[in-house]
């Protein structure tokens, strides 16, 4: 009877144990990565915010044409 | 029959719509530049177009470097401070020996114009591992640490500057004809002449292209961009891999800034502020993602010669000063909001 399988449930708690605290010290110190993971914003959204800043960039350079003088 | 063609005429006005999404920034982008030469045709003469891939250079080599720590998901607020100790470095050993004000009377024969490069690298590469270190070891966030960094290299700059044997702080000038030739001449070829930067700017895109795809440092640097603890699971050393892209990055900052000394002749205390802006702006515009494990060199390339592109049209508009701040903050903003949206539709 192949019994090595009987170990895992166990390695694998304590495994889970020991990568915890690591995890929470990046948590805390790293925050390298996933800049947009806490963005929730809908499609639609964020389509109209996309819309608006280039009518306002079309204004900015329109207004700014020959202003240099 | 009937409901098929709908479906595919659905599709078909998806995918498209997917495409403009996609590629909306360079669709404005080249829609302002098409305006610009509708208002002004002389903006698409041969040398104007010259000028920009000129002076796109320099700034292209910093975000060739940049990009790689776009693509782990970093930064580098450093970058043009770096490289403004590194162009005042070069210039002071570069200059002409018939200059009485020179930082270093006692070199009387020209140096080897290898020494200021390499020690240029060198100071890079130094900076690059303090920004490394601090990312990778100490687990700093790269805005921090290059931050830090950054008022360091300005520091050491403004003291290095103000250590000439005159006393003042003027600007490093006077340089000898052969660096002038080697970092700013221009190779002939019939009646046009290719600025070397150009060239040296497309020959560093394509070793760094090679790195990003060809190589184990390029895999293990998406991998890591991507899913920094995937990568660590997979036996990818993620400390190894950020070190090198910021050493790799130290090194380009060191060669852009050799480059940069030749190209604008003067070096003082503010070369190379805000270079930092134009070269993240560079990485973003050509499609390298601030969520990390996204990005392309021959991107990074567009997005240089794009952004350039831009900031010469609206010279060339006479455009003030300020409204340029604005448009390229609006720019810099819609690239984001851009990449932003990509990464919430993949979502």
Redesign the interface.
Known sequence: MDNRNDKKPEDKRDGASQDDKPLLRKDLLAARGGLYEKIKIPLKTLDKIIYVLVGLLILAIILGIGSNR | MGSNMEKVKQENRQSAGMFLLNN?LYI?LLL?LATVVI?RPDFARLDNIINIVKQASTKGILALGCAGLIV???TDLSIGRVLGLCAAVTASLVQSATYVQRMYPQITEPLNLMIPLLLAITIGVAFGAINGFG?AK?????FIITLGTSLIAWGINSLYIESQPSGTAQALSTFTKDFLNTAAGNWIIGTVRIPKVVLYFLALAVIMHIIWTRTRLGKNMFAV?G??EAAAVSGVSVTRTIMYVYLIAGALYGIAAYLEAGRIQSVGTNTGINYELDAISACVIGGVS???GVGTIPGVVIGAIILQAINYS?VF?????Y??Y??RG??I??AV?????K???KK
């Open positions: 909306a404005i302002i208002i782990l998901a970093g990312v100490l687990h700093l966030h790269a961009g899913n920094e601030f969520s990390g609206l508009l006479s455009v003030n000063p409204y340029q604005i448009i609006l720019i903003i819609i909001a851009i990449d932003v949206r990464y919430l539709a």
